[in-house]
Structure formats: C-alpha cells, structure tokens
T-cell receptor, first 115, second 113 residues
Framework: SAVISQKPSRDICQRGTSLTIQCQVDSQVTMMFWYRQQPGQSLTLIATANQGSEATYESGFVIDKFPISRPNLTFSTLTVSNMSPEDSSIYLC????????????FGSGTRLTVV | SQKIEQNSEALNIQEGKTATLTCNYTNYSPAYLQWYRQDPGRGPVFLLLIRENEKEKRKERLKVTFDTTLKQSLFHITASQPADSATYLCALKRVSGTYKYIFGTGTRLKVLA
C-alpha cells in the first residue's frame, strides 16, 4: 500500500491566520481525500482532490475556507484559512491504492490548535 | 437520517480473551464495510473489508461479520493482546455514485495484561 508523508504533524496558530497542510504520496494516485477529525467525533470528509481539476467539497465545507491544491499525482495541500478556535481539529489526508479490497491509506494527521 | 453507531464507551478486556466490537447503521444500505485501527496521534490503518454478499471475513486473529438484515457488523479479535489496545473505526460505502466512506466514531479497546 501507499506511504503518505503529512506535515506539519501539529501546530498552534493565532486566530485569523492560515495554515497549509501538505501530503506527499510515494506513488501516483488519482484521488486524494481530506478529512477532519474533531475530538470524540468521526472522520468527516472535507473534499476530494483530483489532479488537474477543482476539488469537490462536501456539504458544509467551502473552497474559500479550505482551498486545496493538487499540482500532480503525488502531492496535495489543504489550507485552513482565517482560522478560529472552532477549526481546532486533526486534519488527515487519505488515498485509495491497490483497489477496493486494500482500503484507504491515511497520513499521520495534523493536530491543529487555534488560540 | 443516515447514522453509524459504535459503542462510545471504552471496552476493557483481559488479555487472551476475545474482544467483540459492534457497528450498527440505520437508513443506509452499504455495499462495503471496512474496519480500521487508530492509535493516538496517528491516522487510521486499514484492517479488513467485507462486502454485502459476504457473511464473514477473517484475517489472522481478526474476524468480521456483516448482517445486512440486522444492519450490523461485528469485529472480533481473538486471543487479544495489550498491543491490540487502540480505537477501532467502522466505515461504510454505498455501491453506486460515490467513492466516499462514512465513518463511525470508533470504540476504544483496552486489553489488560
């Protein structure tokens, strides 16, 4: 299965600022997924990033708040913009490799705290 | 509304016993169901996938059952070890029109030595 390098692993940010999270995959993948995991909550899909096209956002998430880049088949970034304390969460990227029976591979996550 | 329920209370069991975790869902007809393990500060790690037409799937000490009538999946770890202590998540996907999985909140398992 794929190996994902995600960074930063954690950060503490001031409200009103932005943070960009990076994910690098060791193989080419068509789709990359960005999730948010708030304390005690399930993973919630933010958006799906395809190379060469605009990301597809889930209900409740908008591009102005969470712009995504996907410049090639191995890399993607998620920016959390104009942050507020409600954005404090763990953010994870994910890919599907090896077909449906192989499940999804996740990055190690970015723990974001907004103060 | 569609809902996935996993026991939010932690499950404590003695080493060597079988741990059984439950995933119930409502208003949903999943074609695929996955189980993941998540350790603190880490991303989920895929364990097993079971299809709607499969009753049971095994992998080493792990066993998953899928009952589409009861709308329930059971996840078993036999001969449990302290190293099995983690949070276990189930995730569901419908067959058509979506590649997206919906995740449960997970159940924390603690295996006591």
């Amino acid at each position: 299965s794929a190996v994902i390098s995600q960074k930063p692993s954690r950060d503490i940010c001031q409200r009103g600022t932005s943070l960009t999270i990076q994910c690098q995959v060791d193989s080419q993948v068509t789709m990359m997924f960005w999730y948010r995991q708030q304390p005690g909550q399930s993973l919630t899909l933010i958006a799906t990033a395809n190379q060469g096209s605009e990301a597809t956002y889930e209900s409740g998430f908008v591009i102005d708040k969470f712009p995504i880049s996907r410049p090639n088949l191995t890399f993607s970034t998620l920016t959390v913009s104009n942050m507020s304390p409600e954005d404090s969460s763990i953010y994870l990227c994910s890919v599907e490799t090896g077909g449906i029976s192989s499940g999804y591979t996740f990055g190690s996550g970015t723990r974001l705290t907004v103060v | 509304s569609q809902k996935i329920e996993q026991n939010s209370e932690a499950l404590n069991i003695q080493e060597g016993k079988t741990a059984t975790l439950t995933c119930n869902y409502t208003n949903y007809s999943p074609a695929y169901l996955q189980w993941y393990r998540q350790d603190p500060g880490r991303g989920p790690v895929f364990l097993l996938l079971i299809r709607e037409n499969e009753k049971e799937k095994r992998k080493e000490r792990l066993k998953v059952t899928f009952d589409t009538t009861l709308k329930q999946s059971l996840f078993h770890i036999t001969a449990s070890q302290p190293a099995d202590s983690a949070t276990y998540l189930c995730a569901l996907k419908r067959v058509s029109g979506t590649y997206k999985y919906i995740f449960g909140t997970g159940t924390r398992l603690k295996v006591l030595a």
